[in-house]
């Protein structure tokens, strides 16, 4: 197995009910050659796989997990799936010439039902085209009605209605044996009272529980009793138990209870698919956000076409109030542009000719003309989507013990179970005196001594709740990843969260991460009778025919200033020392000291100015006009407007800071000064970069590093953490765990906090999961709980744990924003 030939495989898996079946999976593929890494997500059931394809393919990574029990299809990324309803078949024979010709389409999958007239479809939009499937379909001799009425299906919404149906049902059996068991007890007594409310019962315990049972069998075939286990154990045993009664057996009625348990466990399970589908909303809101259609310029007119025809190179109009359908560059007009769903940031962003577009954010005024740069798989917001993918698809540190424990979990409540029966049935006057000692309004003892063990046995068995630990950290992590994501925080590894909190000093970059990395005129000071915009005037027209960065600096200023520039003749470099040139006649210099001195031109009573500039860390080139001091143009790359904040709000939350840079010492300590840096780690060369981080480590023990593209990418990687600031579309940093879309220091802070506030959730989700098991269990054993309380106390544990974890939407990750540990 070779590191360059690894592929990754998203496959999702349908049938896992809790944490023990992930593992089971997870631990069954681990084991097979050629994987390099599998980790199972329970909460947002998909497996992400690190394999060897010459070693092991796809097919055979699907038939491991068939094989541990459960099913599973490769997740296919590119893929699309739309439902369009047809008009114009009137038998099988219809729909079949209309699925034919769909299917020979490249990359296409295709469904047509006659009795719903419709076709559901599942395409690669980067092999064919919307438009190119509706035309087929019209080739076949039918037509697409509305095009407006075309949908996408949602499996989650196909899920949470599956399991509204199956809790509805077994409600209203359940309500009826419920009912008749009230009126039996204290009204007058039912005829055939326990034939009726077995009946009534069956289908709600071995139909409409059929998964559950199905479940069971697959984890006890496989040897690893789950979640589903002990429901089964906790309903169809005791129903069957119940008709031990007629061989004389002094046991009570179970049937009420068996019921009462499955259809609590279906409520239960409603609840948590919903909520579940809630934790997973970001995803799917980040879908809702991408263009449907877009309005691109075909031979000089207008055309609107679906947003998978735009291709590279297109251009795109895009009015006001509008979306921009894909990532690109302003080739004309201008405009200001709400780039809040990828920055976070509220206030909309100027974009003038040749600034950078990022797709499905909105147009606020003006009409751009936008060409195309990238689209599909390759947009900004499909790199988002991938990220906040792989952040749900990996594990936390911590996860991995509970995981463990969790495997555990079942076979060790089974034995309590057992004990609890045992214990029951050889003391049952110390068990009878505890629960009158507590004497709960539903403890009774007026059972026979069988029927009070068996209480008590499945009582323990349907309050266990290990899917309250399996759901810990996956909708922690769901809910936390997709929120930053929101607010342009990418979290790439789980690991990261964990890691994040033990973070002792954070070492950054200097340009373009505590600057802006583009040099900006500072100062212009005018000596001689000079003007501040005659030194500007010269300036700026010689060095527009310099190719230097900090000339183009000078020339920007001049044209922010609207200072109109002459054409120079006989320009020319001076190696090392500055320029010359000619404007109208009058001999010009820009460059440093020596240039001045060479050239003869008195500088002397400047020094003292010259210093000063250089104190703070600013080029200063002196100029000079036909042998005469003009001025000085001092430029420096500036700090970004929130660096001195940003920093402020890290050394608060209790981190050490430090500054890496190429600059020379009396530079770096000026700016380090300026920004509020204590370390300042100077001269460093960009290879030397990890070797610094090396060190820091070695000093402080976590370090992360701050970086803003390619070239701190291994020092990123060296880091035990490394943070990437990305800046519009340029997000892709593949070394970074945690990349920030905002292009400025303050989304440090906003990913820290972020990081923090997701692994408390965790923790708070690890506490309350077993919290209650620590409690219940043991209540459960003395017979101080009602298998039918316990059975809704199970179901209200989970669903305890994926609410809290939504609770993490609410966070405020405002940089100058107080955080509150306690929540």
């Not at 029927?451 to 992590?477: D, F, M, R, W």
Request: charged share 25%; proline share 4%.
């Amino acid at each position: 197995m070779t590191e360059n030939n690894l592929k990754k495989t998203s496959l999702k898996i349908l049938g896992m009910t809790c944490a023990n079946c992930s593992g089971r999976i997870e631990k069954d593929l681990n084991k097979a050659e050629g994987i390099k890494s599998a980790q199972v997500n329970f909460a947002v059931e998909k497996a992400y796989i690190e394999h060897d394809p010459d070693v092991i393919t796809q097919d055979e990574l699907i038939k491991i997990v068939k094989d541990s029990g459960y099913d599973a299809s490769v997740e296919e990324e590119n893929k699309k799936k739309v439902e369009l309803k047809i008009s114009g078949m009137t038998c099988s024979a219809c729909s079949n010439r209309v699925e034919k010709g769909l299917n020979k389409l490249d990359g296409v999958n295709a469904s047509v039902n006659i009795a719903t007239e419709k076709a559901l479809i599942s395409y690669d939009p980067s092999d064919v085209s919307l438009s190119k499937l509706k035309q087929t379909i019209k080739d076949s001799g039918y037509e697409v009605v509305d095009e407006d009425l075309q949908t996408e299906t949602d499996p989650e919404e196909e899920k949470i209605k599956e399991a509204a149906k199956r809790m509805w049902w077994s409600v209203g059996f359940a309500s009826a044996v419920m009912i008749l068991m009230m009126v039996h007890m204290f009204v007058a007594p039912v005829p055939y009272y326990i034939p009726i409310i077995a009946v009534l019962g069956f289908p709600v315990i071995f139909i409409i529980g059929a998964p559950t049972h199905k479940a069971t069998w697959r984890a006890l075939k496989n040897g690893s009793p789950n979640m589903d286990t002990l429901v089964t154990m906790g309903s169809a045993i005791p129903y069957t138990i119940n008709f031990l009664g007629l061989l004389g057996l002094p046991i009570t009625s179970f049937i009420e209870m068996a019921t009462t348990i499955m259809a609590f466990h279906m409520v239960g399970k409603f609840l948590e698919i919903k909520a579940k589908g809630r934790a997973s909303q970001a995803i799917k809101k980040l879908l809702e956000m991408e263009a449907k259609t877009a309005r691109v310029l075909k031979d000089g007119e207008e055309k609107e076409v679906p947003i998978e025809e735009v291709q590279v190179g297109d251009v795109m109009v895009v009015k006001p109030g509008e979306k921009i359908p894909a990532d690109g560059v302003v080739i004309k007009g201008e405009s200001s542009v709400d780039e809040s769903m990828a920055t976070g940031e509220s206030i909309p962003v100027n974009k003038r000719v040749d600034d950078d577009a990022i797709g499905a954010t909105i147009n606020k005024q003006g009409v751009m003309h936008i060409k195309a740069t990238k689209v599909g798989k390759d947009t900004f917001l499909s790199q988002v989507i991938k990220m906040v993918e792989e952040a749900q698809g990996t594990k936390v540190p911590i996860q991995e013990f509970a995981d463990r424990v969790t495997g555990y979990f079942v076979p060790v409540v089974i034995l309590i179970a057992i004990s609890a029966f045992v214990s029951w049935m050889l003391f049952p006057d110390f068990h009878v005196a505890v629960v009158e000692y507590f004497n709960f309004p539903w403890s009774t003892v007026d059972l026979p001594h069988l029927s009070l063990a068996l209480l008590a046995t499945i009582a323990v068995l349907v309050i266990s709740c290990p899917c309250a630990l399996g759901l810990a950290t996956p909708t922690a992590l769901m809910v936390g990843s997709g929120s930053g994501a929101e607010k342009g925080v990418l979290i790439r590894s789980g690991e990261a969260i964990q890691t994040m909190k033990d973070v002792n000093i954070i070492a950054f970059d200097k340009t373009g991460t505590i600057t802006k990395g583009k040099p900006e005129v500072t100062d212009v000071i005018n000596y001689n009778g000079f003007s501040r915009e005659n030194v500007l005037y010269y300036a700026a027209s010689i060095e527009a025919s310099s190719e230097h960065p900090l000339g183009q600096a000078i020339v920007e200023d001049a044209k922010v200033g609207e200072i109109k520039l002459e054409e120079v003749q006989n320009f020319s470099s001076v190696t090392g020392k500055g320029v010359k040139g000619e404007v109208k006649g009058k001999e010009i210099l820009i460059g440093s000291r020596k240039l001045m001195v060479e050239y003869g031109v008195l500088h002397e009573h400047l020094n003292s100015e010259l210093e000063r500039l250089e104190d703070e860390a600013k080029t200063a080139m002196l100029v000079a006009v036909d042998g005469e001091m003009a001025g000085i143009v001092a430029v420096a790359d500036t700090l970004k407007e929130d660096s001195i904040q940003a920093i402020k709000e890290i050394e608060k939350l209790g981190m050490k800071t430090a500054m890496i840079t190429g600059d020379n010492e009396r530079t770096a300590d000026a700016i380090a000064k300026k920004v509020g840096i204590d370390k300042v780690l100077a001269e460093v060369l960009p290879d030397g970069k990890v070797d610094e981080v090396k060190k820091l480590q070695d000093e402080y023990g976590t370090v992360a590093m701050v970086g803003d593209g390619i070239n701190d990418a291994p020092a990123l990687k060296q880091a035990n953490i490394g943070i990437a600031i990305g800046t519009g579309t340029d997000i892709a940093i593949e070394a970074a765990d945690i990349t920030l879309v905002r292009g400025d220091l303050s989304a440090v802070v906003s990913g820290i906090k972020l990081s923090r506030a997701t692994f408390r959730k965790i923790k708070e989700n690890y506490f309350w999961a077993w919290f209650y098991n620590a409690i219940a269990i043991p209540a459960a054993f003395f017979g101080l709980i009602h298998p039918m309380i316990g059975a809704a106390a199970m179901a209200a544990s989970s669903i305890n744990v994926v609410l809290n974890s939504t609770r993490l939407k609410k966070v405020n990750l405002d940089p100058s924003y107080k955080e509150d540990k306690s929540d």
